[in-house]
């Protein structure tokens, strides 16, 4: 987009990508300094990494690959129209045209403590992947040898390989995009609306592009591999997809996918599902399929958490009880500095303790695994987790209840996007996750005024979660009406 886009239409970094930027530029100083610590007996030398990529940082670079340095920092490789600068490259026995050694590819990556998958296999989105590789190309034309592997480090414990000799899924065609892009060709690289353009500088110039064309990746669910697939079909609108046939496309999709299009743990019913919500879309009205109940209990809690993943830090947790008969009272559970999570996940604990007998609902299952996480990091009773969000536990998430029973005419279903759909207002116009995290660490850094500000919008969020139930109850009770 930046070689191509309008920049003009370009909005403002977001605070949260300026301060992810900063942690990341922090930690790779900090992963840099214990590298060479725990290295001392080998060669270090940095080149120029203030200086952007260039051709006379490329010439550095290969001196010190020809001079046998063990470790290059921010070193430049550029073979034609290509450039990297992985963060090191590493000194291996093997030969190479540089000599009886050759250079191997390390990135380091600021950890996200949710880039765990649940059987303790590390997350490494396939982007991460794509850069090693491209790596691996660069260091074979500078060096005449492909390394056997790259690697990603996250923490000293955690360094990952990614192998150099067989490409990712989707590398090539990714660089063919790219190349093509560059060439002022942007022909099948147009936007696909998707979570991550929220933080995107780029948002509302391609949310106006998607609206103008009635895109399909508007649609809920719709996202890259799925809209790639459908565009081979021919299918580019929403309203394509909601003119669609669902038996007849779905036998297309499973055609296309022996093909290698959409993807192999794609649901065997998402294409008439797709088709389903595109109808909604356009009739802009919201569909509930299946009948929504609730317990009908005298206490509800509605809790939210406000967490910063890359800080691995919980500093909020809020709750809303409603009693029948009473005003509804906020509870927040906040950590006045890193080191008072534990207490504030002991006295969240606590309050449910207190309440027994209330029905808690929570949107998403953040809540659960952020709570399962804390037990494990603290050595918390469980308890109380078990009996709320364990296997049997009684605790509600709205966000399986809407997406199991539920079809609205929004690309995101998120507890905003319905929200803010149905009417619910946020005191702060610019609140949000992202938002809350920046608030959080100017109160860390000496703002006291933030403090409001974050406890209040936790406050909207847990507000939200009782008026969606409400809501659901009423459209429940509208289509039993008719
Ligand atoms: S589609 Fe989304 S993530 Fe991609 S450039 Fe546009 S706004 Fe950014």
Redesign the pocket.
Known sequence: ?DFNGDLSLKVDVHPLVKLLWESGVQYEAKVIESYQRDHSEKSFRAIDPEKPASEALAKETLKAMQDGIDIIYQGVLISGNKLGRPDLLLKTPGSSSLGAHHYYPMDIKLTRIDATWDDGNEKVPIEQFWQIYFYGELLEHVQGKRPEKGYIYKTKSRILPIPLYKAPKNYEWSVNQLENYLQGNAFGAE????S??GL?D??DS?RSWADEKQDISLVYYVGQAMKLGLNQLGIRSIEDLAAQDPDYLTRKVIELKNQGFFWNAMPADLPAKSVVRAKIHLSKKPVIHNPITFPDAEKEIHYDIEDDPTQDFVYLHGALLIEKGKEPKYYAFFAEHRDEERTITEHLFDFFNQHPDATVYHYSDYEKTTLKRLISKHQLDSTSYERLFGKNGTAIDLYKIVTENTDWPLTSYGVKAICKFLGFQWDASDAGGAASIVWMNEYLSGHTSMKEKILRYNEDDCRATSFLKNELIKMQNHTNDV
Request: hydrophobic share 25%; with cysteine; net charge positive.
């Open positions: 987009m936007p696909t609306i998707n991550n353009c995107c780029w948002k391609c």
